[in-house]
């Protein structure tokens, strides 16, 4: 059975730093790109940042260019800093059997429980 396991969220305030990771069980977690989506509250699930199965390129959301940072070696990593209200939001681990990276939700097949991020002003 595949799982991936989210940990690291919690509650922050403006203008600080979170760092979410990712542990992938069941699966070989070379093989896939490795994505981080996030769903706020009435809001449809987006793409945050995505990293290739071999960590060279990286693709992130306008939103959060220059603030978050995607990174992998036994787990997958997002780093968060100079976090905002906006931020809030459930943010998901995810896995896609391409060799690149994808921004779209329906091409990740494997999806983790998630790990609740809340920004307050």
């Known amino acids: 059975q595949v799982q991936l396991v989210e940990s690291g969220g919690g509650l922050v305030q403006s203008g600080g730093s979170l760092r979410l990771s990712c542990a992938a069980t069941g699966l070989t977690f070379t093989s896939y790109t490795m994505g981080w989506f996030r769903q706020a509250p009435g809001k449809e699930r987006e793409f945050v940042a995505g990293i290739s199965w071999n960590g060279i390129s990286m693709i992130y959301a306008d939103s959060v260019k220059g603030r978050f940072t995607i990174s992998r070696d036994n787990a997958v990593r997002l780093q968060m800093n100079n976090l905002r209200p906006e931020d809030t939001a459930v943010y998901y681990c995810?896995?896609?059997?391409?060799?690149?990276?994808?921004?779209?939700?329906?091409?990740?097949?494997?999806w983790g429980q998630g790990t609740q991020v809340i920004v307050s002003s």
């Open positions: 995810a896995a896609a059997a391409f060799l690149h990276i994808t921004t779209q939700p329906t091409q990740y097949v494997y």
